[in-house]
């Protein structure tokens, strides 16, 4: 392999270049010369004052995404756009508009932002929501960082009702798509808080012509692992809507998923693996959050990870009569992925903080779970043929780009061979069908995502290999 001549590796080249989806009889994968890192994109990231559509908006871009932050509108993300898709739902009715804090009414502006938990009005552990200082009040913005990385800091005003002020760090790296955030909420009174903080994200479920259409995207889904030993009755909660709801399932799998509906409901789930996915079927694009579920600590209703569909309500009058909502909010689509923090009980002038990350890339019509590597779309096949080759099948959504490695291994567990299967990367779905050539005979294979750096960024699935019965 390392003493091919340099006219096939031209021939590989040519026949590599555009293409992710790669068969392969020698074992051979493209060569590194056509890797995504010499393509001659720029790495560098930028930070820069824009117009979003009427706001005062700042935006973080590099080669892989652009984030559009709006500072006033309580520091919200706005939107996130990877390989040209828009994720979050931006309402029409309120773009480009700021209204003051209120308590009593809700501006939803949509995007991405961070609230308070435990919700309520029953006593002052409790926060009552709507678009108090906490919501709505302008944040201040600092650029932290620009060049190879990004950084940017959103710092909110104190609030004199929960007694926090948080200060939110947002960076993009260069190697990948990835969005780290960081979270510091601190105890801005005299006495002992407790809290804890959630990020909502409202993700666009309108149909094919986009927000304001007028039309609901039919293959919209989100998933994460439902917790085994879950303290929920059917391994989830429902605090809103309705008990039976055909949109939503736990599946064999372990997977809890919900098909959006254009119905109220509200999911909570005590889901432990740290990761939730939202799926769009019909672009086939996908975002997968991150966080570290902490076993010491209680979560607010143990609640990780909660799920809101909007649309009307059923509601019951004083007769017993069920109706339907009138909700002004309900005409536009979207859902929030909302991601918990543990409690955190912090004394006079003491801070805690909360990280999660997000990984777009893309997907398609299956989803069949997360690793740190990328999403398992359709499952990985290894099946042995009796001219000795091994054929691999699957698909991938990436969070890297590299070379997908397949380690294969004997009846022993010992190492028999690495080999490169494909190119690949973030923005582009991976679909394998490759026929390769271990040295010596395999039960078992894994594939691993190499990235640009040479780094093993972990193994999208392992699998045995099983012969071909034909």
Known sequence: MSRLGSGLWNELGKLCSGFVILSVATGLGCPPAWSQANTGKSSSCRVEAVDYKGWKAQQVSNRWVQLVVVPQNGGRVMQVTFGGHAYLFVNPKLAGKYFPPSSNEWFNYGGDKIWL?????????????????????????RKVLQGEHCEIELTGPSDPQTGVQFIRTIRLEPDSPRI????????????????????????????????????????FWTFTP????????????????????????????????????HMAAELWLDSTEGWLAVVDGTSKYAMVERFEYDTSRPYPGKASVIFWTNGP???????????????????????????NSPMCRL????????ETEWFPTRSGNEFHGVTDA???????????????HVMLSGAFGVFYSGRLMAHFYDDHGRPV??????????????????????????????????????????????????????
Not at 236 to 258: E, T
Request: some cysteine.
């Open 117 to 141: 938990l435990p919700e309520g009005a029953e006593d002052e552990q409790h926060w009552r929501g709507n678009s108090d200082v906490l919501d709505d009040g302008p944040f201040t913005f």
């Open 180 to 219: 780290a955030f960081h979270v510091v909420m601190k105890n801005m009174t005299g006495h002992r808080l407790e809290w804890s903080m959630q990020s909502v994200s409202q993700y666009d479920t309108s149909g094919a012509g986009g927000q304001g259409s007028g039309q609901m995207n039919p293959d």
């Open 226 to 261: 439902a917790n085994r030993d879950s303290s929920y009755l059917n391994r989830y909660h429902v605090r809103f809507g309705a008990a039976q709801n055909p949109a939503v399932s736990v599946r064999d799998d372990d997977l809890f998923s919900v098909h959006y509906a």
């Open 313 to 339: 309500e059923v509601r019951l009058n004083s007769d017993g009569v069920p109706s339907l909502s009138a909700d002004p909010d309900a005409s536009p689509y979207y859902l929030e992925a909302e991601l």
């Open 347 to 354: 004394r006079p002038g003491e801070s805690c903080n909360f």
């Open 374 to 388: 990328g999403i398992v779309v359709s499952p990985l096949r290894a099946t042995g043929l009796e001219n000795g």
């Open 417 to 470: 061979s690495v080999m490169q299967v494909a190119e690949v990367t973030p923005t582009e779905a991976v679909s394998l069908q490759s026929e390769i050539t271990p040295p010596e005979k395999s039960a078992r294979v894994s594939l691993h995502l190499v990235d640009e750096a040479g780094i093993d960024r972990g193994a999208l699935q392992e699998v045995p290999v099983t012969q071909d019965k034909h």
